[in-house]
C-alpha cells in the first residue's frame, strides 16, 4: 500500500512563497510519476504540475508556469512543489498523487493511482 504525506501549507500574503513536500512510503518511489492538483472551494479539482519517474520531465499548467517548480528527491522518496509569487487565486487544497504506469507525465487525475489527504494553502490579498 502506497501512502503519500504533504506538508509545507499555511498562510501567506500574495507575492510570497511557499513549499509543499509529499513523502511516499509504502513501495519504491522512483516506480512513480508524480503530480500535483489542488481544489478550491466550490471549483474542479485541477493540475498543477507534473514530474516523471526520474525527474527530467515536467509539465506545468498554464496558471502556474513560470511561478511554480516541481522537483523531486529519489532518495528521500520526496515530492515538492516550489511556489513562488503566490496569488490569492492559488488558494486551494493541494494534493499529492501517483502514477505507477505511465512513463511519461500526466495532466490528467484519473492517470493517477495513489493520493494524499492535501494540504491548505491560502493566500491573503
Known amino acids: 500500500q502506497v501512502q503519500l504525506v504533504e506538508s509545507g501549507g499555511g498562510l501567506v500574503q500574495a507575492g510570497g512563497s511557499l513549499r509543499l513536500s509529499c513523502a511516499v512510503s509504502?513501495?519504491?518511489?522512483?516506480?512513480?510519476?508524480m503530480g500535483w492538483f489542488r481544489q478550491a472551494p466550490g471549483k474542479e479539482r485541477e493540475f498543477v504540475a507534473a514530474?516523471?519517474?526520474?525527474?527530467?520531465?515536467?509539465i506545468y499548467a498554464g496558471s502556474v508556469k513560470g511561478r511554480f517548480t516541481i522537483s523531486r528527491d529519489n532518495a528521500k522518496n520526496t515530492v515538492y512543489l516550489q511556489m513562488n509569487s503566490l496569488k490569492p487565486e492559488d488558494t486551494a487544497v493541494y494534493y499529492c498523487?501517483?502514477?505507477?504506469?505511465?512513463?511519461?507525465?500526466?495532466?490528467?487525475?484519473?492517470?493517477?493511482?495513489?493520493w494524499g489527504q492535501g494540504t491548505q494553502v491560502t493566500v491573503s490579498s
Open positions: 514530474i516523471t519517474k526520474s525527474g527530467g520531465n515536467t
Open positions: 498523487a501517483a502514477d505507477e504506469l505511465r512513463s511519461y507525465v500526466s495532466s490528467r487525475s484519473a492517470n493517477y493511482d495513489y
Open positions: 509504502g513501495r519504491t518511489f522512483s516506480n512513480y510519476g
